[in-house]
């Protein structure tokens, strides 16, 4: 890979190495963009094959987080950050106060939060280093574990599409085959049971499927036959590019909205799925509830104002349908084109992070902490 060709081709403003040969730290910064405020990325911990996956990986990732933060309306960029290693035997308090103390040293550029192979126990080490960190323990004054408010904001995403398929979106008249039941699948089911949705729920392990059968009346469905269930939505929370040349002739659904990062093998997938006529909410667009849950923490963490926030996802997909609908694009295409031009836009006159009067104070220095454009 020519890497600046990569990084200037991608739009990447800065990459960084991390070594610390004591606590055996490898670790890749990758920030994408800061046009709309400090990078924000997760910490994803990952036993790599070879260094070029995860440098892909960084640079892929953190230019969809650039995306992600812009559609979402936030004042922040994309970043991400990759420790190399297996998160079962690799990781140590010591590794991770590494990753404090470097992220740390990024300052105002970067902040991390929790990811694949690391949680929220992994932020409070990260804390002890360093106050660029988000998601830590409510203890701490951190807004903890992102899945519920990931699977509210869905929901509201869902309600969107329903609303530009149906014109209504009550969930309580249709029916929903969610793919995954993990952190974001199990809330999302209990949310689309509570209006009386029928729900179909299938997931590689077994053991979390039972207590959705048992508590929420949901109906299991062999894994691989969620994509042939006969429901209005289907609701990808599992893993990526599940929306792929196999999958879009089978699926009998009218829409395709779920928590999961990258359903879309390709984009021409998702042109595919809509010339079958299936309506399909961006993921990034969909899924950012847990980004704006974790944001809120910058200026003080509230759980009402993160709901608030989430609450904002219902008006970002319907804006991004309407727009895909009267332009005659893809939604993944009409997602791009809100996010491209808010990064060109707002990012033309914006100020660098300013103090509010009394607010945002930082955790522990006093420090004003960055804003976001939504308070
Ligand atoms: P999780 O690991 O808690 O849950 C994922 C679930 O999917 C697990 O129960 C797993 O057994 C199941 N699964 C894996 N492969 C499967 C398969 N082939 N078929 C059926 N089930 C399968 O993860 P999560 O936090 O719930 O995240 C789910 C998805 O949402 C991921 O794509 C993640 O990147 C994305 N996401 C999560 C958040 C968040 O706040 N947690 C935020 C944004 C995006």
Redesign the pocket.
């Known amino acids: 890979m020519n890497l600046f060709d990569t990084m200037a081709e991608l739009g990447h403003e800065q990459l960084v190495h991390f070594q610390h040969r004591d606590s055996g730290l490898r670790c890749l910064v990758a920030l994408h963009s800061t046009a709309l405020g400090p990078a924000i990325g997760g910490l994803r911990m990952w036993p790599y094959a070879t260094e070029a996956d995860a440098l892909r990986d960084a640079l892929r990732q953190s230019r969809a987080m650039t995306y992600k933060a812009a559609v979402a309306g936030l004042d922040l960029g994309g970043g991400k950050a990759i420790l190399i290693g297996n998160p079962e035997t690799d990781k140590s308090e010591a590794l991770l106060r590494a990753v404090g103390r470097f992220v740390g040293g990024l300052s105002e550029r970067f902040i991390v939060m929790e990811d694949?192979g690391t949680n929220v126990d992994d932020m409070d080490v990260i804390y002890r280093e360093t106050d660029r960190v988000v998601g830590v323990h409510p203890v701490h004054g951190g807004s903890g574990?992102?899945?519920p408010?990931?699977a509210l904001g869905t929901a509201f995403g869902i309600r969107a599409c329903l609303e530009r398929r149906f014109g209504q979106g009550d969930f309580g008249r249709h029916s929903f085959a969610v793919?995954?039941?993990?952190?974001?699948?199990?809330h999302l089911v209990k949310l689309l049971r509570a209006e009386g949705a029928k729900v179909f729920v299938?997931?590689?392990?077994q053991e979390?499927v039972e207590p959705l059968v048992d508590e929420f009346r949901a109906e299991a469905v062999p894994?691989h036959q969620?994509y042939d269930v006969d429901a209005t939505v289907f609701a990808?929370?599992?893993?990526?590019g599940?929306i792929n040349e196999d999958t879009v002739p089978r699926l009998r659904c009218k829409i395709v909205a779920?928590?999961?990062?990258?359903q879309l093998e390709s984009n021409e997938c998702g042109t595919q799925l809509e010339s079958r006529g299936i309506l399909s909410a961006p993921?990034y667009a969909i899924?950012?509830?847990?980004?704006m849950n974790a944001a809120v923490e910058l200026q003080g963490y509230s759980v009402e104002r993160a709901r608030r926030m989430v609450e904002r996802i219902h008006g970002i997909v319907a804006r991004i349908l309407e727009i895909g609908a009267r332009d005659h694009i893809a939604s993944w295409q009409a997602a791009e084109r809100v996010a491209e031009e808010r990064l060109r836009t707002v990012a033309a006159i914006r100020q660098p992070y300013r103090a509010r009067g009394g607010r945002g104070e930082d955790r522990y220095s006093g420090r004003p902490r960055p804003t976001l454009l939504t308070d």
């Open positions: 694949v574990d992102p899945s408010f990931t793919q995954g039941v993990g952190g974001v699948g199990y299938t997931d590689i392990n979390r894994m969620i990808p929370c599992a893993m990526g599940i779920g928590g999961a990062n990258n993921d899924n950012s509830g847990g980004l």
